[in-house]
């Protein structure tokens, strides 16, 4: 499965996230962020390229709609609502990456 994860600037939570699912189960997993000084911005091809999409924010949502919308059709968006309150490998920000991603897919311990 490929897994994308979307923040704002690609430096906390996304990055996070890629760091701690990916190769976990299999799992390829990227992440972007929406904004323009983004470490990694977003483009049709990591949509394209993704299985299913988790975004951090409901702007994150509107953003991907507005500038991907005909490429999302066939996509599995999903809004975790974590707040950019966390530095990059916050155990905290882990835990709730975790415990909110579980719902979608198997999770490392």
């Given amino acids: ?7 704002s600037r690609n430096k906390w939570r996304s990055l996070t996230a890629e760091k701690v699912f990916d190769g ?19 483009t049709e091809g990591h949509i394209g390229w993704s299985d299913l ?10 953003r991907l709609k507005m500038k ?9 968006l999903v809004c975790l609502d974590i707040p ?9 920000l882990i835990e709730i990456l975790k415990a909110r991603v579980s719902e ?5 311990e």
Avoid: Q, W
Avoid at 1 to 7: A, D, R, V, Y
Avoid at 24 to 42: P, Q
Avoid at 53 to 62: D, G, N, Q
């Fill in 84 to 92: 950019d309150d966390y530095g990059f490998m916050d155990e905290e």
């Fill in 68 to 76: 991907f919308s005909d490429r999302l059709a066939d996509k599995t």
């Fill in 104 to 108: 979608y897919i198997e999770v490392p």
């Fill in 1 to 7: 499965m490929k897994i994308l994860f979307i923040c």
């Fill in 24 to 42: 976990y189960n299999g799992y390829e997993v990227r992440s972007a962020g929406t904004e323009d000084s983004a470490r990694i911005k977003v």
């Fill in 53 to 62: 999409i988790f975004v951090m924010e409901k702007k994150h949502s509107r």
